[in-house]
């Protein structure tokens, strides 16, 4: 499944420990500082030629940082964009995947109620269908 793959992929890379400060699904109230994956609809899959079964599907992740420190927030989301980019012609968990390619650089998204800093990326995903 998609989030839990980057989720992980996240993890190992360093970004965060998933369920302490990097959740998939959801941003919740608390931590202060956290990262959030959060999927949405994409491109709509490729066929193989000449036949039904899907060859490709093409979701999009925005990954959300959230911290009380706008420089140390836009940061991790920067750190955040370089490993995403870097998912290029590899299996994540047991699914191959072409690219995580970033549709914008990170940017402020807002400064929440509690004044918290939230940066966001959006990322458009190129991977080998797993529908049956």
């Known amino acids: 499944m998609l989030l839990p793959e980057l989720g992980t992929y996240l993890q190992t890379a360093g970004i965060g420990t998933l369920g302490?400060?990097?959740?998939?699904?959801?941003?919740?109230?608390?931590?202060?500082?956290?990262?959030?994956?959060?999927?949405?609809?994409?491109?709509?899959?490729?066929?193989?030629?000449?036949?039904?079964?899907l060859r490709y599907e093409f979701p999009r992740v925005q990954i959300l940082v959230r911290n009380k420190s706008y420089a140390t927030g836009r940061l991790k989301a920067q750190?955040?964009?370089?490993?995403?980019?870097a998912i290029a012609n590899t299996t994540l968990t047991a699914v191959y995947y072409?690219?995580?390619?970033?549709?914008?650089?990170?940017?402020?998204?807002?400064?929440?109620?509690?004044?918290?800093?939230?940066?966001?990326?959006?990322?458009?995903?190129?991977?080998a269908s797993t529908s049956v």
């Not at 750190?79 to 980019?85: K, Q, S, Y």
Request: some cysteine; hydrophobic content about 40%; charged content about 25%.
């Open 20 to 53: 302490t400060d990097l959740f998939l699904g959801e941003l919740p109230a608390n931590p202060d500082n956290c990262i959030a994956v959060l999927e949405y609809g994409g491109m709509a899959p490729e066929h193989d030629l000449g036949t039904t079964a």
């Open 79 to 85: 750190d955040i964009l370089g490993d995403m980019a």
């Open 98 to 127: 072409l690219e995580a390619a970033p549709l914008q650089s990170p940017f402020l998204l807002e400064r929440d109620d509690n004044d918290r800093w939230v940066f966001a990326c959006n990322y458009q995903i190129t991977k």
